[in-house]
């Protein structure tokens, strides 16, 4: 049991290593970079096409991701594998276009292999390289280096550190491209439509009610005993109440009937008038879900009835249709 607990911490051991190593790095890497990052990035600002992330092996998977973050922060951008590239992908590239391309030695043969087409199409070059005095850094318009660096495998063999420098690198300068573009949180939504920030900057009562297709209604002189029936169809545990021309006056709760009933009223024969909420709070189809659910948890109500300009009465929704939204 002890050398099993040993060899557990031992491995732990190697584990905090690798991190101590490769944090060490990046704080390194920080004193290490100069102006040449200024000039990368106002390439870039000034760039009125994309950028193309090009680079093999661990460091084409470093670039697919730094490709992915660019793109989803306001800096359109996309990968190019570049034996691909070689055999008719560079046709993706255009004179207006940046090409990033990510090699540690700087001396991979498939990037520089690409090299004389990109030139002739016309496209500047950046490269992320470990090498500034290498074949790639020549032949670029800006070199960014990441120096020599130790990796954090033990054999010196597998890219460990000099990859997750190349990464922190491109979150870096992807993140110094948002500030510069004022790249605000609406912005970032519109990319991600599928995810919790994109729902709850982007999604409308309006869509919602689309989706729910719920409209209970009566009328003030309505008998209660027929409400009852609409309120518990519906499944929202409220109603509208509205005059003749359906514009929003009330609302009437399955706690309202709850609340006079426990007071001993004999309330199925009586009317709406006698138990409803006068001018309740109310959404409006313009109004961010967000901002509905937000309405509600502030007010302790899970119903809301909505609204159109005329403040007519077009839909009803619970806190529940937004919160399965994802809201």
């Known amino acids: 049991m002890t050398n099993f607990m040993?060899?557990?911490s031992n491995y732990l051991d190697s584990v905090k290593e690798v991190l101590e190593i490769e944090a060490s790095a990046i704080k390194e890497l920080g004193n290490h970079l100069g102006d040449e990052m200024n000039q990368a990035i106002e390439l870039i600002l000034k760039c009125s096409h994309r950028v193309i992330i090009t680079g093999m092996g661990k460091s084409g998977i470093v670039g697919k991701k730094i490709a992915a973050t660019l793109a989803s922060t306001?800096?359109?951008?996309?990968?190019?594998?570049?034996?691909e590239g070689l055999h008719g992908d560079l046709g993706m590239v255009t004179e207006d276009d940046i090409v990033i391309a990510i090699s540690n030695s700087g001396e991979t043969e498939e990037i520089l292999k690409t090299l004389p087409s990109i030139k002739r199409i016309g496209a500047k070059i950046i490269t992320l390289v470990g090498n500034d005095q290498s074949t790639l850094a020549e032949k670029s318009n800006i070199t960014i280096s990441i120096g020599k660096v130790k990796e954090a495998c033990p054999l010196g063999l597998a890219p460990t550190t000099s990859?997750?420098?190349?990464?922190?690198?491109?979150?870096?300068?992807?993140?110094?491209?948002?500030?510069?573009?004022?790249?605000?949180?609406?912005?970032?939504?519109?990319?991600?439509?599928?995810?919790?920030l994109g729902r709850q900057l982007l999604l409308t009562v309006e869509d919602i009610i689309q989706e729910t297709k719920k409209n209970p209604v009566a009328y003030i002189d309505d008998n209660i005993k027929d409400v009852?029936?609409?309120?518990?169809?519906?499944?929202?545990?409220?109603?509208?109440?509205?005059?003749?021309?359906g514009h929003l006056t009330g609302i009437l709760t399955d706690g309202d009937i709850r609340r006079a009933l426990t007071a001993g009223?004999?309330?199925?024969?009586?009317?709406?008038?006698?138990?409803?909420?006068?001018?309740?709070l109310y959404a409006k189809?313009?109004?961010?879900?967000a901002e509905a659910l937000k309405l509600m948890e502030d007010n302790k109500i899970n119903v809301l009835p909505v609204v159109n300009e005329n403040r007519q009465v077009i839909a009803m929704i619970h806190m529940h249709d937004l919160t399965k939204m994802g809201i």
Not at 74 to 83: C, E
Not at 265 to 280: A, C, G, Q, R
Not at 285 to 289: F, G, P
């Open 265 to 280: 009223s004999n309330i199925f024969d009586k009317l709406v008038k006698e138990f409803h909420t006068k001018n309740p």
């Open 285 to 289: 189809t313009s109004m961010l879900a």
């Open 228 to 245: 009852l029936f609409i309120i518990t169809a519906s499944g929202l545990g409220a109603i509208s109440i509205v005059d003749q021309s």
């Open 74 to 83: 306001g800096t359109p951008s996309l990968f190019l594998h570049p034996a």
């Open 6 to 8: 040993k060899a557990k």
């Open 163 to 196: 990859t997750t420098l190349t990464l922190a690198l491109g979150d870096a300068l992807a993140i110094a491209l948002l500030k510069a573009r004022g790249f605000t949180p609406q912005n970032f939504a519109l990319f991600h439509p599928g995810g919790s």
